[in-house]
């Protein structure tokens, strides 16, 4: 049934959790049976995209700042905006299960930034160093967060997350851009770092100001997650930059600036502004 009406949510304590440490591990947001089909949605999706686009290394996404932290030969398989590629996707970032979650930490109404689909391969799958996801993507509130859907299970042995808690409270930190936007390996090492292990249907949330990264998969399986970063609709970029095709969908409730002009293109009037 389609209804405004709010059927999940967070406790007071899990809301405390993240406004203090900046991230929030959530189990079990979806079933292990829909994680295997997801998983199963996931894979064919990289293996469409490499088919039509002539190999594997068409969807390799390694940073070369991965090297910074290791010298293994690692890889990563991606795809943004999955959304577009896959009806099942679609489906699951507009699930009340999530966007009710998450409008206990940003508010009612909840706008699609982008998806990052990321599949570390077995034995290779790269790293990436500390740092915080604002460079990519500054914004004047700081309500733009990410959300990891868990596809397979991810201990620390499959590169799981790892963050810094409390680092949000930081606020913007200088970041070293060659490679991708990150923070001094020496200063942030990955092995001072928290992990944060989730299984197959959980979700990791954390603020883009919150310090994380990830470190090598190193098992004999992958680690498959899809990525959504989310924001109120009424905190703006700062840049006109990051621009992707999906974005400004709303995922929940409504833009109360109605921000999307009505002819066929919907442009965003506030970031043509910026481009003025």
Same mark, same amino acid.
């Given at each position: ?20 440490? /900046?991230? !929030?591990?959530?189990? /079990? ?8 089909? !997801? ?6 999706? $990289?293996? %469409? ?26 890889? @990563? ?15 699951? $970032?507009?699930? =009340? %299960? ?6 206990? !930490? ?54 799981? &997350? @790892? ?19 990150? !923070?001094?390996?020496?200063?942030? =090492? &990955? ?17 883009? @100001?919150?310090?994380? /990264? ?59 502004? &910026?481009?003025?």
């Amino acid at each position: 049934m389609i209804t405004g009406e709010k059927h999940h949510g967070l406790t007071a304590e899990q809301v405390a959790f993240y406004h203090e440490n /900046g991230y !929030l591990h959530i189990p /079990g947001v979806i079933t292990p049976d829909e994680a295997a089909y !997801l998983r199963e949605e996931a894979h064919a999706l $990289i293996h %469409r995209l490499a088919a039509t686009r002539g190999g594997e290394t068409a969807v390799h996404a390694q940073w070369g700042s991965a090297k910074l932290v290791s010298d293994l030969p690692t890889t @990563l398989l991606h795809c943004h905006n999955a959304q577009f590629h896959s009806a099942a996707f679609t489906r699951l $970032i507009c699930d =009340p %299960r999530l966007t009710d979650r998450i409008a206990d !930490l940003i508010g009612p109404n909840i706008q699609l930034h982008h998806t990052k689909l990321f599949i570390k391969p077995p034995e290779r799958g790269a790293p990436f160093p500390m740092h915080q996801d604002y460079p990519y993507f500054p914004h004047e509130k700081h309500t733009m967060l990410a959300a990891i859907f868990f596809f397979d299970d991810a201990p620390i042995e499959k590169g799981c &997350l @790892l963050v810094v808690p409390g680092s949000h409270r930081l606020g913007p930190i200088p970041h070293e851009r060659e490679g991708g936007w990150h !923070l001094p390996v020496e200063q942030y =090492p &990955l092995d001072r770092a928290t992990p944060v292990p989730a299984q197959a249907g959980d979700v990791v949330v954390f603020n883009y @100001l919150t310090i994380h /990264g990830s470190g090598v998969n190193t098992t004999q399986e992958a680690r498959t997650t899809l990525l959504v970063q989310m924001r109120d609709p009424t905190d703006h970029p700062t840049v006109a930059t990051h621009l992707s095709r999906g974005q400004g969908m709303m995922l929940r409730g409504i833009d109360p600036e109605a921000d999307a002009d009505p002819s066929t293109d919907s442009a965003s009037r506030y970031l043509r502004s &910026l481009q003025d």
